[in-house]
């Protein structure tokens, strides 16, 4: 059946560095891609999203390319800020009329 | 205007109490869906409502949970009796139509003693 499966946290980095967090999925056809973010207290709501193979989504300085070949999607951003601290879920919906599924999420962390 | 709204935002209460919790979607939005979320499950889709019908419940753990949409701008989900291995944040959220973007609520948090 269809899954997504990202990578485990939490991830803790410094302000100002790097940030990938891993994504894989499995599905028939070609599924659409999406992140989405869920600041503490609050719902998900939605990064970032990906219809179709090498489409790149963007959103406040978050990037991540559907790669078909290599079945992922990972969620990257040049230079993290404390603000960003939250949890990330890579999702995918098979089809337009699909349900879609989330990974188990990955809590990041920003130190100052 | 307003988002997703859930009420109470937090419910503590005894094993086998009923307990119900409540959302009003966004004006317009004609999709609803009730999520659970723990720990060790991650974010689970319970039940799924088009145009105040449900779609699909295949995601209610079992007789003990039911969930109604009277109207076009509310929902509940009933659990009874309740138990703790039901305590989690349960979400609801709203979609123009179907699996279209979905804007969530901020969340029901439950705990159950």
């Known amino acids: 059946g269809n899954s997504v499966t990202q990578m485990e946290g939490p991830v803790t980095l410094s302000e100002e560095a790097f940030l990938t967090i891993n994504c894989t999925y499995t599905a028939t056809g070609y599924p659409s891609l999406f992140w989405y973010v869920q600041y503490p207290g609050e719902g998900l709501q939605l990064l970032l999203k990906a219809t179709k193979a090498d489409d790149k989504g963007s959103n406040k300085g978050f990037e991540a390319t559907y790669r078909k070949e290599t079945t992922s999607f990972h969620l990257e951003k040049g230079s993290v800020q404390v603000s960003d601290s939250a949890v990330y879920f890579c999702?995918?919906?098979?089809?337009?009329?699909?349900?879609?599924?989330f990974g188990k999420g990955t809590r990041l962390h920003i130190l100052p | 205007d307003a988002g997703v709204i859930q009420s109470p935002r937090h419910e503590v209460t005894e094993m086998g109490q009923e307990v119900t919790l409540r959302c009003k979607p966004i004006?317009?939005?004609?999709?609803l869906f009730w999520y659970r979320q723990t720990m060790m499950r991650g974010l689970e889709l319970l039940i799924y409502f088009n145009n105040n019908v449900p779609i699909d419940d295949s995601g209610m753990p079992e007789d003990r949970f039911s969930a109604k949409m009277p109207n076009a701008s509310f929902s509940t989900l009933k659990i009874q009796p309740s138990e703790p291995r039901d305590s989690a944040v349960y979400f609801c959220?709203?979609?123009?139509?179907?699996?279209?973007?979905?804007?969530f609520g901020p969340g029901t948090r439950l705990t159950v003693l």
């Open positions: 959220a709203s979609s123009l139509g179907g699996w279209n973007e979905q804007f």
């Open positions: 004006s317009g939005h004609n999709s």
């Open positions: 999702a995918l919906r098979a089809g337009r009329d699909d349900k879609i599924i």
